[in-house]
């Protein structure tokens, strides 16, 4: 079946580290993004691709990097410079070009830096 | 003021009981989507509207784009009910087909 692997499920982090989070899809989507989650709040858009080679700064991206080589992966990167990294990161994609709204989520990834 | 709101925040009910989450929105959508999320925390969609009114099982889900509320209902709710509830709107006319989340309704059902 078809959908969004997100790995590790649980990623522990020491401070000044940096670390990638994986987000790989089988669905031939053509966008794909990344949110953050804190208790309490809703998620927030940190990057996001619409196409390979292509990716564009959501609402808080501030200290992540990612990378968009091959249409299945869209890796991100919490570099030292996210100041509170510890939270929840959620994988999701969508194929705009078939005019379909829906939206595929993957299990998500906690960070806790230590 | 967020752009999309839900209430209640917290909700807990009896199994059997009828469950109604609210969600309003202040900006233009072109499709609202109902998601679920279980203490693991992977979210699983369970509707996505853009008008009138959907039914799975004993979900229903319903919006009035004038009023620009939609509710979620859970007829003879059970304990594996329990999740955190979460309205997510996509914003009309938003090229990069973001959406806005709301902070999301936890809901615990009591055998």
């Known amino acids: 079946d078809g959908g969004i692997t997100q790995s590790p499920k649980y990623l522990f982090r020491k401070e000044g580290q940096n670390v990638t989070l994986s987000c790989e899809q089988n669905?031939?989507?053509?966008?794909m993004y990344w949110y953050r989650q804190d208790p309490g709040q809703g998620l927030r858009l940190i990057y996001y691709?619409?196409?390979?080679?292509?990716?564009q700064k959501g609402d808080i991206a501030e200290g992540y990097s990612v990378s968009r080589e091959k249409k299945e992966s869209f890796p991100l990167t919490v570099t030292s410079a996210q100041k509170n990294p510890t939270a929840f990161y959620l994988c999701?994609?969508?194929?705009?070009?078939?005019?379909?709204?829906?939206?595929?989520f993957g299990s998500g990834t906690r960070l806790t830096v230590v | 003021k967020n752009e999309v709101e839900q209430s209640p925040q917290n909700l807990t009910a009896q199994e059997g009981e009828f469950i109604t989450i609210n969600c309003s929105y202040s900006?233009?959508?072109?499709?609202l989507h109902w998601l679920q999320q279980h203490p693991g925390g992977g979210i699983v969609s369970l509707f996505m509207?853009?008008?009138g009114k959907k039914k799975h099982g004993r979900l229903i889900a319903t919006i009035n784009i004038q009023e620009k509320h939609s509710s979620l209902h859970i007829t003879a709710s059970h304990p594996r009910d329990s999740a955190v509830y979460i309205c997510?709107?996509?914003?009309?006319?938003?090229?990069?087909?973001?959406?806005?989340f709301g902070k999301g309704t936890k809901l615990s059902v009591k055998p």
């Open positions: 999701a994609s969508r194929n705009p070009g078939t005019g379909r709204l829906g939206y595929t």
């Open positions: 669905l031939n989507h053509d966008a």
């Open positions: 691709s619409q196409i390979v080679n292509d990716f």
């Open positions: 900006v233009g959508i072109s499709a």
């Open positions: 509207l853009s008008s």
């Open positions: 997510a709107v996509l914003n009309y006319g938003g090229s990069q087909g973001n959406l806005i």
